[in-house]
C-alpha cells in the first residue's frame, strides 16, 4: 500500500494489560468474565462457554473493562507451531452475551483504537494479516518455560499502513462478512446437532438396550499405514476424531490397502480413539464416501443393519464417550482400549421400528450439519486468501467484494 504508515503505538488511545483475579468472592471484588488466549478461536465464532468468570478488585479493574471494538492481543503463551501474539476482535454481540462485564486475562493486553486515526475493525485485520505472515515469531522471546511477546518493541517498531477511512472501512467489511458468515455456519451447524441429539433422546422413552458386540459387524482396530508424499488412501488418525466430529485435516496419505479392504471406512462406521490419556475414548461418525482408513490407534465399529440402524447406534455409541475413556488400561502414557471391553458397553437405542424412521431423520440433520462445516471451510479459504492480498494492496477492494459475494 503506499499509504500512510503509523506506529501501532501511536494508533491507540489507550492500552492495558489484563488481569486473573481470584475464583471466590472477596470483599471489594466484583464478578467479571475473563477471556484466556485459549479462548480465542471460539469466542471469535461466538461460542462463549469456555469463558471462565472471576472476581476482580474494583480499584482496578474498571481500566480493564473491554468495549466493544477492543482488540485482545495474547501476550504468552504459544507453541513451537503457533506462535504467541494472537488477535480477537471484541464485538458487542459478545459482550452483550454474558451477564457480567469482560475483561482480559493476565497473558493479554487489550488495545483501543484512536478511531480518529484508524478504524479499530481495519487494525484487527492487520494484526491479523502480521500474524499470517509469520511477523509476530519477531517479537517472541522464549529463555525458559512460556514464550512471551515483546509487545512494546512490537507497537513502536511496526508501522500500520493508513488508507482513507473509506478504504479502511471497506477493507474490515469484506473480511468481516465473511468471518461473520463462518460465525453464523457455526451456530447452524451447532444448532443441528442438538436438535438431533433431543431427537434422538426424546427416543428412548421407549427404546430397548444392546451390546456394542451384539450390534456390531465388525470391532477391529485399523492398519500400520504405509505413508506416501504423492496420491494414495487417505488415513485418520486421532487427531482427526475431536469433539465427536472427523476433521481431515491432519490426516495424511497412505499407499492403497491390498489387502484388509474391510478397513476401508464406509458411511455410519464409528471411529473410536483407543490410546493414550486425553485422546483414547473420543469417538465420532464417519459420514463421508469418500475413500479411507484409519491408523492402528483407532478402532472401526460398524454395525450391523439387519440388528440396529447403523446412525442410531451411532448416536447411542458417541453418549458413552465418558464410559469408554473409562476403560482404559495400562499405565499414563500407554493406556489402551480393549475391543472386548468396548464391545461389552450397553447401548440405549429407540425400538427398531422408531429407529428406521428416527435414523433417516438424523441422517438429514447430520447432513445440514456437514454442509454447514464444509461451506464454513471454503469461506474461511477465501478469507485468508484476501487478507494478504488486500492488505499488501496487490487486490483493489472491489475485486475482493466481488470474490466475497460469490461465495457468501
Known amino acids: 500500500m503506499g499509504d500512510r504508515r503509523r506506529r501501532l503505538a501511536d494508533l491507540l488511545s489507550e492500552t492495558k494489560d489484563g488481569d486473573w483475579g481470584v ?40 481500566r480493564r473493562v473491554l468495549q466493544a471494538n477492543d482488540i485482545l492481543l495474547e501476550t504468552a503463551g504459544g507453541t513451537r507451531d503457533r506462535p504467541t501474539g494472537r488477535s480477537l476482535l471484541i464485538k458487542s454481540e459478545t459482550l452483550n452475551g454474558l451477564d457480567a462485564p469482560v475483561i482480559g486475562a493476565s497473558f493479554t493486553r487489550f488495545l483501543r483504537a484512536d478511531g480518529a486515526l484508524v478504524h479499530p475493525r481495519y487494525l484487527y485485520w492487520y494484526l491479523q494479516y502480521l500474524y499470517s505472515i509469520g511477523r509476530m515469531y519477531e517479537y517472541q522471546v522464549q529463555h525458559t518455560g512460556i514464550a512471551r511477546f ?41 444448532a443441528a446437532r442438538q436438535l438431533a441429539l ?6 428412548l422413552n421407549n427404546g430397548t438396550t444392546i451390546s456394542v458386540s451384539a450390534a456390531a ?22 487427531k482427526c476424531v475431536r469433539n465427536q466430529r472427523v476433521s481431515l485435516e491432519q490426516a495424511r496419505l497412505m499407499a492403497p490397502l491390498s489387502n484388509r479392504l474391510d478397513r476401508i471406512l464406509q458411511k455410519n462406521d464409528v471411529l473410536v480413539n483407543s490410546t493414550g490419556v486425553g485422546t483414547l475414548g473420543r469417538a465420532a461418525r464417519w459420514t463421508r464416501e ?25 448416536f447411542a455409541l458417541l453418549r458413552l464417550e465418558n464410559e469408554i475413556e473409562a476403560l482404559a488400561e495400562g499405565s499414563t502414557g500407554q493406556t489402551e482400549l480393549r475391543r472386548e471391553l468396548l464391545g461389552s458397553l450397553i447401548l440405549e437405542v429407540p ?50 467484494e466481488a470474490v466475497a459475494s460469490g461465495v457468501l
Request: charged residues 30%.
Open 23 to 62: 475464583d471466590m468472592p472477596e470483599e471489594g471484588h466484583t464478578r467479571h468474565y475473563v477471556i484466556r488466549g485459549a479462548d480465542f478461536p471460539s469466542v471469535r465464532l461466538g461460542k462463549l462457554q469456555s469463558i471462565p468468570s472471576r472476581f476482580l478488585p474494583d480499584k482496578t479493574v474498571w
Open 150 to 190: 515483546q509487545y512494546t518493541v512490537f507497537a513502536n517498531a511496526e508501522e500500520i499502513p493508513t488508507p482513507s477511512p473509506e478504504q479502511q472501512r471497506a477493507i474490515a467489511d469484506v473480511l468481516g462478512a465473511l468471518d461473520d458468515k463462518i460465525a453464523a455456519n457455526e451456530r447452524m451447524a451447532e
Open 198 to 203: 433431543a431427537r434422538f433422546v426424546g427416543s
Open 217 to 238: 459387524s465388525m470391532l477391529i482396530r485399523g492398519v500400520t499405514p504405509n505413508y506416501v508424499e504423492g496420491p494414495g488412501m487417505t488415513v485418520l488418525n486421532q
Open 290 to 314: 469418500s475413500e479411507a482408513t484409519v491408523d492402528s490407534h483407532i478402532t472401526i465399529v460398524r454395525f450391523n443393519e439387519a440388528v440396529a440402524d447403523p446412525v442410531c447406534a451411532g
Open 351 to 400: 425400538t427398531w421400528s422408531e429407529q428406521v424412521r428416527l435414523g433417516r431423520e438424523l441422517d438429514e440433520l447430520d447432513a445440514v450439519e456437514r454442509s454447514k462445516l464444509e461451506e464454513s471451510k471454503k469461506l474461511a479459504r477465501t478469507r485468508d486468501e484476501l487478507l494478504p492480498l488486500l492488505m499488501s494492496g496487490k487486490l483493489r477492494v472491489k475485486d475482493a
